[in-house]
């Protein structure tokens, strides 16, 4: 009989250490840099604020995912926009985040 599991836990997502500054430099040079930045900014001060009274990183490791997450989606988003298709009967994705976190 073997001690050691079968399997390899997944590791948890963990940006790089540089990685805030790098998707912060990406948002600004975006052309939706006017909406993207001040939300990644409040997002990041409210999960600054977060981590320091949990003493977690999640949070702020899930702004950075969710940053990332925008700037990989958004010519797919640019791309479904252009081709007229409808939206009606679709979620808002932030009404799914807001649900998860519940």
Known sequence: M??????TPAAPYLPAPGAPAELLA?????RRA???????????????????RTFSLNT????VHVGQA??????AV???????????GFVDMAELRGRRRR
């Open 60 to 63: 702020l490791y899930e702004v």
């Open 34 to 52: 006017e909406r993207w930045v001040p939300a990644f900014e409040r997002e990041w001060a409210a999960a600054s604020g977060e981590s320091r």
């Open 70 to 75: 925008r700037l990989v989606s958004a010519p």
């Open 26 to 30: 990406q948002l600004r040079a975006d």
């Open 2 to 7: 073997n001690a050691r599991p079968d399997h």
């Open 78 to 88: 640019d791309a479904f926009v252009a081709s007229s298709h409808d939206e009606t």
